[in-house]
């Protein structure tokens, strides 16, 4: 059994910069590839970042490449998605998810995630 909570969403203004958070207890923490998906009203879900379990490996999604950077911090289990230069199309709720693998390098982005957080909402103003 495995918990994410997320947190750090807000409202922001175009240009500015948010860190979301996701606290796992999944443990080992090691053990799992995380990844950061999102969805606008209206449109599916849809992969924005994702690690591997080790941290060797990162995915991104084109229209966040360049602005978002995807962490891990092995001693507290948290997962970071720092956005910056966020525009209003990055308007969306967020969700972390944790894939158990023994892959070291594989960052899944799809979303057959074995667990998932509830969501924060990101909205960016113009």
């Known amino acids: 059994q495995g918990q994410l909570v997320e947190s750090g969403g807000g409202l922001v203004q175009a240009g500015a910069s948010l860190r979301l958070s996701c606290a796992a207890s999944?443990?080992?923490?090691?053990?799992?590839?995380i990844g950061w998906f999102r969805q606008a009203p209206g449109k599916e879900r849809e992969f924005v970042a994702g690690?591997?379990?080790?941290?060797?490996?990162?995915a991104y999604a084109d229209p966040v490449k360049g602005r978002f950077t995807i962490s891990k911090d092995y001693n507290t289990r948290t997962a970071y998605l720092q956005m910056n230069s966020l525009q209003p199309e990055d308007t969306a709720v967020y969700f972390c998810?944790?894939?158990?693998?023994?892959?070291?390098?594989?960052?899944?982005?799809?979303?057959?995630?074995?667990?998932w957080g509830q969501g924060t909402q990101v909205t960016v103003s113009s």
């Open positions: 999944t443990s080992p923490f090691s053990d799992y590839a």
């Open positions: 998810a944790a894939e158990r693998t023994q892959s070291t390098d594989w960052v899944p982005t799809t979303d057959n995630y074995d667990y």
């Open positions: 690690i591997s379990r080790y941290s060797t490996n990162t």
